[in-house]
């Protein structure tokens, strides 16, 4: 089944360790998001990449980056991440046209000790 | 910039009933889709149901139908025979036909319980 994949669904990292979460995907959707989720709140858009351009929320921390490496693969990178930075990251897909959804993965929850 | 609202942080319902979610948005804009996502915990987001706003007739898939209300700028979500597997988040979202990057912009969330 075409999906959106993220790896890991839990990763802890230390204060101020960098750190990647990944996603991938089977859809050959040309948009990808990255979303960053706090308990009982709604996503909160992050970036996108529409195609290989990269568009940036304007109230996303510099600590965020995000690269697409190819149509399949968006990768978040945090650079130093804080307490403040636990949260559970969405990655999701939509293709081009008018009417297109957005599929979500899975999600990865992140903790910082 | 486009907002969505939903009012009911909480929403209880028993098994077989039925029950209303509500969402109103803001948009100066006449071309758009709204959309009801889905999240159960500790599991992804899921589309429920779609409404273009070009379209008079309400969207319904199966036990799910909206109440779209152009004008009242109100796109309420009904669960008819609720079921135990309802019980999730549901967020509503906006989206604006203009929106090369199909981005959403969600209300806040309706927490629903279904009770046995």
């Known amino acids: 089944d075409a999906m959106v994949i993220q790896n890991p669904r839990y990763q802890v990292t230390q204060f101020g360790k960098p750190v990647t979460l990944s996603c991938s995907q089977t859809l050959n959707h040309n948009v990808m998001y990255w979303y960053q989720q706090k308990s009982s709140q709604a996503p909160k858009l992050l970036f996108h990449y529409y195609d290989k351009d990269f568009n940036n929320e304007a109230d996303t921390p510099d600590n965020f980056q995000s690269r697409r490496p190819n149509t399949s693969f968006c990768f978040l990178d945090i650079r130093s991440p804080g307490l403040g930075d636990a949260a559970m990251y969405l990655c999701a897909t939509s293709g081009p046209g008018r009417k297109e959804e957005q599929y979500f993965g899975p999600g990865t929850r992140l903790t910082v000790t | 910039a486009q907002t969505v609202t939903q009012s009911q942080p909480e929403m209880s319902v028993q098994e077989a009933e039925t029950v209303t979610l509500s969402c109103t948005y803001d948009t100066s804009e006449s071309d758009y889709y709204l959309f009801w996502y889905k999240q159960p915990p500790s599991r992804q987001m899921i589309l429920v149901i779609r409404?273009?706003?070009?379209?008079?007739q309400n969207a319904t898939e199966n036990r799910f139908s909206v109440n779209f209300q152009k004008a009242a700028k109100s796109f309420s979500l009904k669960i008819s025979d609720s079921q135990l597997g309802d019980a999730a988040m549901y967020f509503c979202?906006?989206?604006?036909?203009?929106?090369?990057?199909?981005?959403?912009?969600f209300g806040g969330g309706t927490r629903l319980m279904v009770k046995p």
């Open positions: 409404q273009e706003a070009y379209k008079q």
């Open positions: 979202a906006y989206r604006s036909a203009l929106n090369a990057g199909n981005m959403l912009t």
